[in-house]
């Protein structure tokens, strides 16, 4: 029997961490309800006592817990971010999830037991920049951003001393994962430093004419016609008008991944792990999700062919794509 590959998926609540461990998860990982990680959304993530009794649900039915420390501390107060490292480790955390070289640095020298990953924010793409990580500050896994093939993981796998993680499921981030400053510009704040892209603070839907215009800010995202399903004003997926022609998705269309049928390949190149995206995401999403990788990668692991996961109810813009997996432009 081939390794199965270890099936890594989200909690935004403490509900979403019972769904997913109860659908079959290996790991779920999630955050602290701050600024530290990388979906700091109203109603989202976990205070201090509740990530203890998760972490003591997960481990009584055999799922690791890991923690999303992976935005970058602010200049001069690094404080909430060492103590997210600190309470991780201590409420028994299975690994933190990082993106900053002095936040590495810190849970390297003050925590060495726990276990280290990169997360993607640090956009870690070749072989040259993960063994550093892996030298410098013992990361053990690299959460790769969606921007390779598998033949490239594979040439990776092969270059590296460390375990690689892959996404196969939901969001599908366009910009350079760790380095999106796009919301920034219209909200002040982003992913990389607030935890936050589009922040929902800032997100309206205003009637206009018989249309739904979604805007971010003072600026129209996208105008709906009466009937067409609108999608959360986000600027890299918004519909613009450029060059004064029709309005089309200039950055991409509404899409989410969806890499179940290449798990065989996935496997072969070499990957440890399949990371499911969605903290933002209802309990009923992460429930059915996890149910159909769950099925397809031990069905993987046991030679048979991969049952059809039927997730296209779940997909954004009820799209599905391969992303860069199956790369067919240059």
Known sequence: MTTRLELVCPAGTPAALRAAVDAGADAVYLGFRDETNARNFPGLNFNRDELGQGVVHAHENGAKVLVAVNTYPEAGNPGPWHRAVDDAAALGADAVILADIGLADYARRTHPGLRRHLSVQASASNAEAIRF?????????????????????????????????????????????????????????????NGVCSPASHVRYVEEGGRLVSKLGDFTVNVFADGEQAGYPTLCKGRFVADG???????????????????????????????????????????????????????????????????????EGRRQTTGAYRKTWQ
Do not use: W
Not at 251 to 273: C, K, Q, R, W
């Open 133 to 193: 990580y892996h030298r410098a500050f013992g990361v053990k896994r690299v959460v790769l951003p969606r921007v390779l093939t598998v033949a490239e993981i594979a040439r990776l796998n092969a270059e590296i001393p460390v375990e690689t993680e892959v996404f196969v499921f939901g969001g599908l981030c366009v910009m350079a994962e760790g380095r999106c400053s796009l919301s920034s510009y219209v909200t002040g704040q982003s992913p990389n430093m």
């Open 245 to 315: 022609g029709e309005p089309s998705y200039l950055f991409e269309e509404p899409t989410s991944l969806n890499a179940i049928d290449i798990l065989p390949e996935l496997m072969a190149a070499g990957v440890t792990a399949l990371k499911i995206e969605g903290r933002q995401r209802s309990r009923a999403y992460v429930t059915k999700v996890v149910s159909a990788f769950r099925h397809a990668v031990d069905a993987a692991a046991r030679g048979e062919p991969v049952p059809p996961g039927g997730l296209e109810a779940v997909t």
